[in-house]
């Protein structure tokens, strides 16, 4: 466990841009299906041929097609895309677990008696084991002190500057780096005929935020994630400003995130994107509307190229984004679509 | 009072929809500002010239000529508008209170004992002497009956039946057909200049969404307005569905909106509208960014053509939206832009 121990492995390396962002397209709208297909043929470039490639331009097609019975105005495309997991790697743990790890090293210089409490003492001994056995409510403690009590755009800089150098223990790339160049040619085909892209996230709504633009193409206010209330008041000049507050909103994770779209985005998906059983919610909600609904699952079976757990289909247990055995069967009963990520990508990652 | 009883005036005439929408303008945007400007000359209609006409025209111009020193890129540019008395008519009582004092009288033939009970016994006497005492506490009773308890797709359904008929006591129009002309014309020229519109509501998010996309050209994920809880569940046939619960997330309201704006929208907008003391905060939040920003606040000065009250500059005290003294130096001091209502808007409504 201590040489898996994210917090290790940084290196202060200038900001990698490889693959923030692919190269940008025409916004312009293709109203034909046929035009539709040929950009499809380009932009999914790192799929293999197969079921999911195929239930992707089956999907667009269907809705984008103005004869289409199935047809959907461009103004109600709406695509939703949990991260952890289905955007970026989520092992060995949450990249924005592994921040409030980090930060708790900062706060103890400001605050030394936290050297002296737990479950902070635990965090800075650097003792992989004691931190694999820390409870869920000493994590929600670490979670609260590293992530509220500050005002919002110090949060911002605080994660911004994290991001430019912390790096993934196996990779020892950039966390932002490590984004599925596939999952990435989805949101952009998706936008480009039309749709607009969300992400919805158990995440914290407020880091994501930090990145979502640069790194998905995604703007702050599409992203979904759990909330956290915020406080406005006044600083000694007189500015008003707003403090994060450890107030939890939402709890954007399970039943949390189909409660999350109707509150951020107040309809519903026409297409879902997850890989474990806190995304099932997302896909039966999405599920339930009329004509044609896309519902994929990100199945992480290539241990060579990223990971392999499940536990369904015989693949080790998992602590993050377990993708169970009832969850493959509602996606067989439910006609969802399974994204082997050994059969289905070509590539895993840009720089591969 | 009675007579001004805005449950009574219903007829059943059908949907007119005079101001709806205005016409379909080119979506593409303008990138050069002597283009923005003969597009303003031509959008801004119903303006007058004078101060606020020039601020909203010298604002456009500094955020979207490239070569100022104030240009802000297109994706960064966000606007906020109150609804209530800055978009549409507020006197003399907000609409949705009106939707919820109606909604009684059907809730009463699905529970009759409510007739026995108070507030609403109060409320199904019709009694406006008995119904303007009702305390915050009686109103929110009603509220929470008329608001929540149902699935979303019900209450949206509901509300949508309830706009198509209800009429304003003094006009006996349509309460969509009240909308103020000069502020759908703001809003449609700020969005042919880059800027994304949002309603900031004190209102139910999911009542204003109902009809701000017909209504104001808004999407639903645009409307930031008071939030409820919703639950997550499934009906007897195991079809999953969201019911609105009795659960305040946040009161979109004077520190709310900008509480509010962060939430939904994630970064501070470069232009706001009010008209009240509910309004303050976004303002002032607003102002506090960097560059070009525009704050305005709608003045009613015109009991000829819509209503006139303050309590600011001597005009009448107001049970909604309080134009305050207070905030009428403030607006001095910052340099926000008063605009009105009598001198500055050459038309009010669109049927005019």
């Given at each position: 466990m201590k040489s898996d121990d994210p917090s290790r492995g940084i290196d202060r390396r200038a900001l990698v841009s490889s693959l923030i962002l692919l190269p940008a397209l025409s916004a312009a709208l293709l109203s034909s299906p046929v035009q539709a297909q040929t950009t499809s043929s380009a932009s999914l470039a790192s799929w293999n041929d197969g079921p999911a490639k195929q239930a992707i331009l089956d999907f667009v097609r269907a809705t984008t097609d103005q004869g289409s019975p199935k047809f959907v105005p461009a103004d109600d495309r709406v695509a939703t895309f949990d991260q952890d997991g289905t955007l970026w790697v989520e092992h060995p743990i949450y990249t924005q677990i592994v921040y409030c790890l980090d930060r708790v090293s900062t706060l103890a210089t400001q605050k030394p008696e936290l050297k002296r409490i737990?479950?902070?003492?635990?965090?800075?001994?650097?003792?992989?084991?004691?931190?694999?056995?820390?409870?869920?409510?000493d994590l929600e403690t670490i979670l609260v002190a590293a992530l509220t009590g500050m005002p919002v755009e110090e949060f911002e800089a605080e994660v911004k500057k994290w991001l430019e150098t912390a790096t993934h223990p196996r990779w020892k790339r950039l966390y932002t780096d490590l984004t599925f160049q596939p999952m990435l040619e989805v949101q952009q085909y998706l936008r480009d005929n039309g749709f607009k892209t969300y992400i919805v996230t158990g995440g914290g709504q407020d880091f994501v935020r930090v990145y979502s633009q640069r790194v998905y193409g995604i703007p702050p206010e599409q992203v979904v994630g759990t909330m956290g209330g915020t406080k406005f008041g006044y600083d000694k000049n007189g500015k008003p400003f707003l403090t994060k507050e450890p107030k939890l909103l939402l709890n954007n994770d399970k039943a949390g995130k189909p409660e999350g779209i109707h509150l951020m985005i107040g309809r519903r998906p026409h297409a879902a994107f997850g890989n474990s059983d806190g995304d099932r919610e997302m896909l039966e909600y999405t599920g339930a509307g009329d004509g044609a609904r896309l519902m994929m699952l990100v199945l992480h079976d290539d241990d060579a190229r990223e990971y392999a757990y499940g536990p369904a289909r015989g693949l080790p247990d998992s602590k993050f984004g377990r993708f169970t055995a009832a969850l493959d069967d509602e996606a067989k009963k439910n006609g969802w679509t399974v994204i082997s990520m050994k059969n289905d990508w070509k590539r895993v990652f840009s720089f591969e």
């Open positions: 737990e479950p902070f003492k635990t965090v800075l001994s650097g003792d992989g084991e004691a931190l694999a056995k820390l409870s869920m409510h």
